[in-house]
């Protein structure tokens, strides 16, 4: 009798689970095209030092993303400038 019991107990969890897990709706892929508006918010020139004129630029712009279906966000961006004579990347 406690075995029939026990029995029922895996079936009714994998009944709950399948019907939680069920329930999910996937969410597709959506791809649309953005109009960024930012601006520098911090911009810092460090000097390398091994070869004349070498500096590199950390920095980092804010502002709003436009998407095509009305929808507005912030936008953020970190990047980094590697420059020689503040003419081009410096090879490496």
């Given amino acids: 009798?406690?075995?029939r019991k026990s029995i029922w107990?895996?079936?009714g969890i994998l009944v709950i689970l399948a019907g939680v897990l069920g329930s999910f709706i996937q969410a597709g892929?959506?791809?649309l095209r953005?109009?960024?508006s930012s601006y520098n918010t911090q911009v810092e020139v460090?000097?390398?030092g091994d070869t004349e004129g070498h500096i590199i630029m950390p920095h980092t712009r804010r502002g709003l993303a436009f998407l095509e279906n009305g929808d507005v966000a912030t936008y953020t961006c970190w990047a980094t400038a590697?420059?020689?004579k503040r003419k081009g990347p410096a090879d490496g």
Avoid: G, H, R, Y
Wanted: glycine residues 0%; aromatic residues 0%; proline residues 6%.
């Fill in 82 to 84: 590697d420059l020689i």
């Fill in 29 to 31: 892929a959506e791809t």
């Fill in 9 to 11: 107990i895996p079936i």
């Fill in 1 to 3: 009798m406690a075995t």
């Fill in 34 to 36: 953005i109009k960024i």
């Fill in 46 to 48: 460090i000097q390398v």
